[in-house]
């Protein structure tokens, strides 16, 4: 993984190409490809655009990522056991990672990374025994962590890992978006004294956000995976406002005596999930909710189009056949 | 006599607040575009639901002397 | 602490907290920005609703009505629907004459046979039997920020009726969209070819010496032609206001203009001596033209877990039918997404002019005239429930039953002699029973 990590410095670079309607700026960061889509006839502005994304996404990369032994992610967990100080971004991250621990009942949960150590989706038969799973719960558990807001300390039990995988990618799009919005605002828009802002698109990795329409109150299109009776299909979604985010892999899963063992694991049990949707895109206003529902619905197991279809959140769901 | 003219300010500052809420219900009726979010429920389509609707118009139009209103409705069969 | 926090929170879960509503507080908190986020997100896939109703009225009419109606919302916000009905309707209805003590015999308005009428019974046409299958297409996009414009067409065909028709509508919004001016004009051609022909106007039905040679002269002197046709010009402007956050309303003005063949082939008059005895029976005959003007309001209010929509049409036209109808229907939301909505109608019209509930031996022949109990001074009303539910995948389920009772009522005119002895107002009872899928 540290090699990875290398691989990662060595390919910082931010192109900008044209295309109908403006510009693609791509990086890479957060082991995805990151892309910017501007409409304008500016090139130098959208390398501009680009440049703030990129260094916004690549600063989120080094501060949170388990990979990387001296971002903040490593220190917790390097220091599990101990207080250790947090800044205010990383407060306001842990607080929202509890309210989505409380709001999903305790199956979102930023410590459920230490079942790795016993569950390998590779797609072999390699399916954990009870004591291996039994082993590792004491050491998984929102509950087991303490966070002192007027300190600014976040402790947590020794051997007990934190993973911010879950809301990263996620929290670098609405950044990302916030931050292009707020250099426009001050450097464009209050100069040209015109409420035209430049429509922009930001995808991590398929998780996306757009700042409003196009021109002419044009949609942005987006191909959505989606099953269909027994083939998988792309939807063309269109998008005006708000963010959509994916959750789920098709490909990563063990397969036992005929039983398909699902990658999205249920922090309580430590065993795997009956039945989720292979991947589920959620629509929402931000996509750090997106992705938080999309997590959500997976740890339904079969209900989670209908846990969805009841809370009258948009989504597009794919089962395996 | 300052409780009492506290008090006089109080009822003032309320009337004031509710007289102001009233012109501003009655000059400026309708929701800013981040508010629609009941508006855009399903039930809350005009009509809730155009399958429905047909269906109706289709009845009373074959078994009552009126049609339509709500919409260019009913007609085009020669009921009975 | 933390435990306890973890307890609230279960119980909290078991009432279906509103997941969206506290993940907006979150997010505001960690992104530092304003709670109004929007989603604005569709695709490209056909929607699909199917429905299939059955209308049984007691002893009279079965008809059961299919559709599918499908809609795709293009990139560029386009709608295109399209709409298919198929319906079957069987069963008896009243052919316009009244009741008498004995049996009566009448002819089929096709003339190839006869039936018999029991006393002291409402005379129904046993013979209805059609089917009729019905296209609808409109095309809806938006011109600008502000005007929308939609365009549509239909077809529709049954064994004796044939109706083609286009509509354009052209919306404009006003005040962030919380207020739409709507203004459309529709025309629509109807054919009526019904098996027999059309009878001429104040005709005698043709009973005696059925199967004839006799009888076959006579009944082709009472007919006219072989069809006729009607067009009508409907006009509609409408204001849609949002009110507040929780209501909606909408007003509407249109006129209706009809030109042509009005009558109902099918509807005869009881001509009846001084006694009330049936002594003949005349088709019917209605003016050529008729307007009408409504005005129909409804209003929508959402209470959170339950939604009230109300709405209320006056209906004026020049054949002197007032109406009134009142709907009201109030739908009452489950935390699950099931639904509940019980329904009320009530429905009241006036008389047209030329209605009479049978014509008297002796009397001068009016210009226009027909018994036909819908055109008749009636009360009618509704009572409904409907039940629906989400499915998998954004797909969902209702079910509705409905009771209709229509009660005609007297137009002033008294009844003498055996009419006194029989229902001259039959009261009539319907079950509507509809199953819809949306996928």
Same mark, same amino acid.
């Given at each position: 993984m540290p090699s990875q990590h290398h691989q990662q410095i060595n390919t910082r670079k931010v192109s900008c190409q044209p295309r109908v309607g403006g510009f693609l700026v791509s990086f890479h960061a957060m082991a995805s490809q990151c892309e910017l889509l501007v409409d304008c006839d500016d090139q130098t502005l959208a390398q501009h655009l680009g440049k703030i994304a990129a260094t916004e996404a690549w600063r989120i990369e080094d501060k949170?990522?388990?990979?990387?032994?001296?971002?903040v992610c490593g220190q917790l967990n390097r220091h599990a056991g101990k207080p250790c100080k947090i800044d205010q971004e990383t407060l306001l991250l842990l607080n929202f990672a509890e309210q989505c621990y409380q709001l999903s009942d305790g199956l979102?949960?930023?410590?459920?990374?230490?079942l790795r150590k016993a569950w390998h989706?590779?797609?072999?038969?390699?399916v954990p025994n009870q004591t291996d799973v039994d082993a590792l719960l004491?050491?998984?558990?929102?509950?087991k962590v303490n966070i002192n807001k007027q300190l600014l300390e976040f402790t947590m039990l020794k051997s007990m890992e934190i993973d911010f995988g879950g809301i990263g990618k996620e929290y670098a799009v609405d950044r990302t978006v916030l931050l292009l919005s707020q250099w426009l605002s001050e450097n464009l828009l209050a100069k040209a004294n015109s409420n035209k802002t430049i429509p922009f698109l930001v995808n991590y990795g398929g998780d996306l956000a757009v700042n409003g329409a196009r021109a002419n109150n044009q949609a942005w299109q987006i191909g959505v995976e989606r099953s269909g009776l027994n083939q998988t299909n792309t939807t063309m979604v269109t998008m005006r406002e708000g963010a959509v985010a994916t959750s789920g892999d098709a490909h990563r899963f063990l397969l036992k005596n005929g039983h398909r063992y699902s990658h999205v694991l249920n922090v309580k049990t430590g065993w795997p999930v009956e039945n989720p949707p292979s991947a589920i895109t959620v629509a929402a206003p931000k996509c750090i909710q997106a992705g938080f529902l999309a997590t959500l619905a997976l740890l339904q197991g079969k209900e989670a189009e209908q846990f969805l279809t009841e809370q009258d959140i948009k989504f597009w769901a794919i089962r395996p056949d | 006599m300052i409780k009492l003219f506290e008090h006089t300010k109080q009822v003032l500052v309320v009337t004031l607040v509710l007289i102001t809420s009233l012109l501003s219900g009655c000059s400026s009726l309708g929701v800013e575009p981040w508010e629609r979010d009941v508006l855009a429920?399903?039930?809350?389509?005009?009509?809730?639901s155009a399958v429905d609707a047909a269906l109706d118009d289709h009845i009373y139009f074959s078994k009552e002397a009126s049609s339509g209103g709500r919409s260019?409705? %009913?007609? %085009?069969c020669g009921c009975n | 602490m933390q435990l306890i926090e973890t307890t609230e929170q279960k119980q909290k879960q078991k009432t279906k907290p509103n997941l969206k509503g506290l993940l907006t507080t979150a997010t505001c908190a960690l992104?530092?920005?304003?709670?109004h986020a929007e989603v604005n997100t569709s695709d490209d896939k056909w929607r699909f609703d199917t429905a299939i109703m059955h209308y049984n009225e007691a002893d009279r009419v079965t008809a059961t009505e299919a559709i599918i109606a499908a809609n795709k919302t293009y990139g560029n916000d386009e709608v295109l629907s399209l709409k298919l009905t198929i319906d079957a309707l069987t069963g008896a209805s009243a052919n316009g004459a009244v009741a008498q003590p004995d049996a009566q015999t009448f002819t089929r308005p096709s003339g190839n046979g006869q039936y018999i009428v029991e006393g002291g019974e409402t005379p129904l046409d046993n013979t209805f039997k059609d089917t009729r299958v019905q296209l609808t297409g409109q095309w809806t996009q938006p011109l600008s920020d502000v005007f929308t414009i939609s365009a549509g067409g239909n077809f529709s065909k049954e064994y004796d009726y044939m109706s083609i028709s286009g509509n354009t509508n052209l919306t404009r919004d006003f005040n962030q969209k919380n207020t739409t001016l709507s203004a459309g004009i529709a025309y629509a051609y109807d054919v009526i070819e019904p098996e027999g022909g059309i009878p001429k106007p104040f005709a005698e039905m043709v009973i005696a010496g059925f199967g004839s040679d006799e009888f076959d002269q006579a009944f082709a002197d009472s007919r006219l032609t072989g069809d006729d046709s009607k067009a009508t010009v409907d006009l509609l402007v409408g204001l849609t206001q949002?009110?507040?956050?929780?209501m909606i309303v909408q007003m509407n003005y249109s006129y209706s203009s009809v030109r042509g063949?009005?009558?109902?082939?099918f509807k005869v008059l009881s001509v009846v001596d001084v006694n009330g005895y049936a002594q003949s029976y005349l088709h019917e005959s209605r003016p050529d033209t008729r307007s009408k003007h409504a005005f129909y309001a409804q209003s929508k209010y959402h209470f959170g877990h339950s939604m009230l929509d109300t709405s209320y049409r006056y209906m004026t036209d020049d054949w002197e039918i007032d109406s009134h109808t009142f709907d009201v229907r109030y739908r009452v939301l489950f935390a699950s997404g099931h639904y509940l909505e019980p329904h009320l109608r009530f429905y009241s019209q006036s008389a047209a002019?030329?209605?009479?509930p049978f014509l008297q031996q002796d009397d001068v022949l009016p210009m226009y005239a027909s018994a036909d109990y819908r055109i008749g001074e009636l009360d009618t009303y509704t009572l409904g429930l409907q039940y629906g539910m989400p499915m998998d995948s954004g797909n969902s389920l209702s079910m509705r039953l409905e009771y209709y009772h229509q009660a005609p009522k007297s137009d002033g005119s008294a009844s003498f002699g055996v009419l006194n002895?029989?229902?001259?107002?039959e009261e009539l009872d319907a079950l509507i029973a509809q199953v819809t899928y949306s996928f």
């Open positions: 949170y990522s388990r990979y990387q032994q001296n971002s979102f949960d930023l410590t459920s990374g230490v989706f590779d797609g072999s038969d390699n004491p050491f998984i558990g929102w509950s | 429920k399903k039930e809350m389509a005009l009509p809730t260019f409705g %009913g007609g %085009g | 992104l530092g920005t304003q709670a949002v009110i507040n956050r929780n063949y009005l009558t109902d082939p002019e030329f209605y009479q002895d029989v229902e001259l107002y």
